[in-house]
């Protein structure tokens, strides 16, 4: 029995052929990209240099070369967290949405620095952020960063991150978007939405590997490494290079996860219905669980601009023994508990349980769906 895969917000899956082929063919041909002036260096090399000037041309930034590859988003988001300079009592923002991946930094940065961190009002039962409130909070308390979680992993709430940007402009505040969950659903321009620095993983929505996410840096202010290493230029330094992407890029490129992640972005600009194909999917979905009282579903009401992904309490089973049901006699795919967001369960009010996410993916179709309709009809008849 095939696995219906809905567990999409993790990483998608399957990935396109073309993906595959590319991380196949990097394996096989291959080498240190730009470590030697010889052929096979050289031609990996063009590998990189042509996926940094996708995803620049992806989120409207002017300079390749501000590209920066990390392997994960995490990674990313750590090191701008870490790389900008703060003061005592400096004021961080963030919202009810943030993954563990920023969270964690925050915490040790309020630990170490005394930062206050303040979370963005949004109305808990509309969930709609209140920018009114957040403006009278940047007046009171002038913001140093605003962090913008772009997309929910937990409900799909997608962020209004042209107004929260120009609120922080305001105020001169640095924006950091994680867009984890959006680049390549959710169209952004880093310049016209006046973001400083973006961070993206690769193996969500952009359908490439997992083992390569990165950072995408539209500011003057120099971000510190945090990671030390060769780079192959500059050897003589004592210090990283100066220059991006050399200052942040410290050992060896995965250039076979790099060459599937220009694949998959490759996949997403000559597909452009994958979004919608995944909106009416949805829709259907949570017609399905609205069937049954039993099911108390979290999504974002914003039809316009939420992401396809839900997640829900169910009457008599834990989230944990809802998941392994739907796994073992359905070999439907989905993922139990927190999901590394516990502020986003705590605002829903779904912990410290959490809930059963379905997140909906580019090769997801109707019939998985309605597997999903038979699976409920079974248990609830």
């Not at 300079?85 to 943030?98: A, R």
């Not at 007046?139 to 962090?147: D, G, I, M, Y």
């Not at 992640?261 to 597909?271: E, Q």
């Not at 927190?338 to 986003?344: F, G, R, S, T, Y």
């Amino acid at each position: 029995m095939e696995t219906i895969y809905l567990d999409n917000s993790a990483t998608s899956f399957p990935k396109p052929p073309e993906v595959y082929d590319a991380i196949a063919s990097m394996m096989k041909h291959g080498v240190n990209a730009d470590r030697g002036g010889y052929t096979l260096a050289r031609e990996t090399g063009k590998v990189v240099d042509k996926t940094r000037e996708s995803l620049a041309r992806l989120v409207g930034v002017n300079e390749p070369s501000n590209v920066v590859f990390t392997p994960s988003a995490t990674i990313a988001l750590n090191t701008v967290l870490f790389g900008l300079s703060f003061s005592y009592g400096d004021n961080i923002y963030l919202s009810p949405f943030e993954h563990n991946s920023v969270l964690r930094p925050l915490y040790r940065l309020r630990d170490f620095w005394n930062v206050n961190l303040r979370m963005m009002p949004v109305e808990r039962s509309e969930l709609v952020y209140n920018l009114d409130e957040l403006n009278k909070e940047f007046k009171r308390n002038r913001p140093k960063l605003v962090v913008v979680n772009h997309g929910s992993n937990v409900c799909g709430l997608v962020a209004p991150l042209t107004e929260i940007a120009a609120l922080a402009r305001d105020y001169g505040a640095w924006v950091l978007v994680d867009a984890a969950q959006t680049l390549g659903t959710i169209p952004i321009d880093m310049l016209k939405q006046n973001v400083d620095f973006l961070v993206f993983a690769g193996h969500k929505d952009l359908l490439g590997p997992i083992g390569v996410g990165g950072l995408v840096i539209n500011n003057s202010t120099n971000i510190e490494p945090f990671i030390f290493g060769g780079t192959g230029v500059e050897s003589k330094l004592e210090n990283m290079p100066p220059e991006y992407p050399h200052r942040l890029e410290a050992g060896s490129l995965n250039v076979s996860a790099i060459a599937g992640l220009l694949a998959g972005i490759d996949f997403v600009k000559h597909n452009i219905d994958i979004r919608e194909r995944k909106q009416r999917l949805f829709a259907s979905l949570l017609d399905l669980l609205g069937r049954y009282p039993e099911v108390k579903a979290f999504a974002s009401p914003n039809h316009q601009t939420r992401l396809p992904i839900v997640s829900c309490t169910v009457a008599g089973y834990t989230p944990q023994e809802f998941a392994t049901v739907l796994d073992r006699h359905f070999n439907i795919a989905v993922r139990a508990g927190l999901h590394c967001a516990p502020k986003a369960h705590e605002f829903l009010g779904t912990a410290p349980l959490g809930a059963v996410r379905f997140s909906i993916g580019a090769f997801n179709t109707e019939r998985d769906i309605a597997t999903v309709g038979e699976a409920l009809e079974q248990l609830f008849r």
